[in-house]
């Protein structure tokens, strides 16, 4: 499971960006590995060894096709994520973070580089994420 995550990554860094695609709406959020149609479609294409169910999830944020900032997460044991012990904490936390940077960035605390490839913010700016 963490195997595949990593290909997805990989993929990410290295020869695609972070395409919408590559992941699961999570609220706010998003999170690996994408939903299974879109996981067994581009692992076939990733030469991805297909698991049918795929219980780990990494959540994250996506700014933009070269941004994305990587939270946590854990094996989800229920069908909803607030009902998962394992990671309730993590996808709260997720939804939180990502309005608050959101936040920031609509309110221009947070701007892209040049290139939209990193992100620039003043080094005392603090986001209040409640």
Known sequence: MLDEIFVWLDEM???SGARTEFFRDESAALALPPEQPERRRLGRRLNVAYQDVNNLRLYL?????????????GEKTTRNALDCPNIRPYFV???KIAKALDKAMNDGDIQYNHAQTDIEFDQDLEIPVL
């Open 61 to 73: 944020i996506r700014l933009n096709k070269n941004v994305v900032i990587l939270l946590n997460g």
């Open 13 to 15: 860094a290295q020869v």
């Open 93 to 95: 936390a997720a939804q």
